[in-house]
């Protein structure tokens, strides 16, 4: 099993720029997870899917993050437009049932400039 | 200037001996606690869970201990390896139906040889 997959792994643009994450989580599981780690704020989740649909997106800091999961097979994690504070590693993970373990991804590095 | 970020606990260990990370929460309707490793550079890895109608559980060479009177998780980690160095995070699901997890702020465990 390849594990959750996320790209790119690093992503350094300039502030107001758009930026796309991308996720793919591990086959079979039907709920994805982003999240972003900061050495200020730690680990915080961003959002949640269950079978594709949003269920808690009261982590996303505001209007300019949007998240979305076309198919059971890929979501993004959209920020636009971007800003310094925006720099952090940002996290995929998925779960195969509500209750089990999220498996993580490798993250994303952003670095705004 | 100095930037102000979370202070990381720090515990260092000699290798061969027994290690144990504390973790506190604070909400006591909490019914699921995960302990999970990050390397660095990694996303964080799932190393034990446990809920909360038990107060001990044990996996290969680690064991977590919740009390839940105090409101106290701790993972235990018995002869201790070189890859055991990490950041270690307990995180806590609040809130039942929902799988939002809540990490703590992390404690770096370095072992040393």
């Known amino acids: 099993d390849a594990g959750v997959i996320q790209s790119p792994r690093h992503e350094v643009t300039e502030m107001g720029q758009e930026v796309t994450l991308r996720c793919k989580p591990i086959?079979?599981?039907?709920?994805l997870f982003w999240y972003r780690q900061t050495m200020m704020r730690g680990l915080e989740l961003l959002i949640y899917?269950?079978?594709?649909?949003?269920?808690?997106d009261s982590g996303m800091p505001e209007d300019r993050f949007s998240a979305k999961m076309p198919n059971a097979s890929f979501s993004t994690l959209k920020i636009q437009p971007s800003e310094p504070r925006d720099s952090a590693v940002y996290f995929c993970?998925?779960?195969?049932?509500?209750?089990?373990?999220?498996?993580f991804g490798p993250g994303t590095r952003l670095t705004v400039l | 200037g100095e930037s102000v970020g979370l202070h990381l606990p720090t515990l260092s260990v000699q290798e061969g001996d027994n290690s144990i990370i504390n973790c506190a929460y604070s909400?006591?309707?909490?019914?699921?606690f995960i302990w999970y490793k990050q390397e660095s550079g990694k996303g964080p890895q799932f190393i034990i869970d446990?809920?909360?109608?038990?107060d001990k559980r044990q996996g290969q060479r680690v064991t977590v201990l919740l009390n839940k009177t105090v409101k106290h998780l701790s993972l235990q980690i018995a002869a201790t390896q070189p890859g055991d160095s990490a950041v270690y995070f307990c995180?806590?699901?609040?809130?039942?139906?929902?799988?939002?997890?809540?990490f703590g702020t992390g404690t770096r465990l370095t072992i040393i040889p």
């Open positions: 993970a998925s779960s195969s049932a509500s209750g089990d373990e999220q498996f």
């Open positions: 086959s079979g599981h039907n709920s």
């Open positions: 899917f269950n079978n594709n649909v949003p269920i808690d």
């Open positions: 909400n006591s309707a909490s019914d699921y």
């Open positions: 446990i809920r909360s109608n038990m």
């Open positions: 995180a806590e699901n609040r809130e039942r139906g929902n799988e939002k997890l809540t």
